[in-house]
Antibody
Framework: EVQLVESGGGLVQPGGSLRLSCAASGFTFSSYRMSWVRQVPGKGLEWVANIKQDGSEGYYVDSVKGRFTISRDNAKNSLYLQMNSLRAEDTAVYYC??????????????WGQGTLVTVSS | DIQMTQSPSSLSASVGDRVTITCRASQSISNYLNWYQQKPGKAPKLLIYAASSLQSGVPSRFSGSGSGTDFTLTISSLQPEDFATYYCQQSYSTAYTFGQGTKLEIK
């Protein structure tokens, strides 16, 4: 069974940093592109970033470029999102998601339960 | 970035109704269009990928169509469990984007 479990969310002050983790199991992690998607409570979905299977390239939404870094450790079956210079508008539930198939499709067939990040003083 | 616009933003319908949600891209995205369903407090669920392919396990009352810039999600006969929010997403560019969502409510 595919499982994605996010952790690392919490309360952080503006300008601070946080590192989210996503522990993957039930599939060959290194074969799939992975993504982070966020959602402000009560609002819509926003794609944040994704990363190639080998970790060689990551792509970002403009609003987080230069502040967030997506990475992965295929030996540990783990996905990460390093978030620096956090702003109030980064407050959201952050979901980890897996591409539907190993051949990059852009559709996320599996999702974690999400972890809440709150940026506030 | 490619902008995705859904219509309507909200919709009231009854069990058994046929419902159509539209998604328009700001530029051609071929068939790189996916549809998700989300219920309150839950993660999104993939319904349709590549504009018209039904994800495994999704009921056949859901269907998708379109290519280029205009796409539709159709639910042929609404069931009580279908009342949720629906999102389109383009995966044509390296920066994926979602539509703003369509909330489907019970009339």
């Amino acid at each position: 069974e595919v499982q994605l479990v996010e952790s690392g969310g919490g309360l952080v002050q503006p300008g601070g940093s946080l590192r989210l983790s996503c522990a993957a199991s039930g599939f060959t992690f290194s074969s799939y592109r992975m993504s982070w998607v966020r959602q402000v409570p009560g609002k819509g979905l926003e794609w944040v970033a994704n990363i190639k299977q080998d970790g060689s390239e990551g792509y970002y939404v403009d609003s987080v470029k230069g502040r967030f870094t997506i990475s992965r450790d295929n030996a540990k079956n783990s996905l990460y999102l390093q978030m620096n210079s956090l702003r109030a508008e980064d407050t959201a539930v952050y979901y980890c998601a897996r591409d539907r198939t190993p051949v990059t499709s852009g559709s996320s067939g599996y999702w974690g339960q999400g972890t809440l990040v709150t940026v506030s003083s | 970035d490619i902008q995705m616009t859904q219509s309507p933003s909200s919709l009231s319908a009854s069990v058994g109704d046929r419902v159509t949600i539209t998604c328009r891209a700001s530029q051609s995205i071929s068939n790189y269009l996916n549809w998700y369903q989300q219920k309150p407090g839950k993660a999104p669920k993939l319904l349709i990928y590549a504009a018209s392919s039904l994800q495994s396990g999704v009921p056949s009352r859901f269907s998708g169509s379109g290519s280029g810039t205009d796409f539709t999600l159709t639910i042929s006969s609404l069931q009580p469990e279908d009342f949720a929010t629906y999102y389109c997403q383009q995966s044509y560019s390296t920066a994926y984007t979602f539509g703003q969502g369509t909330k489907l409510e019970i009339k």
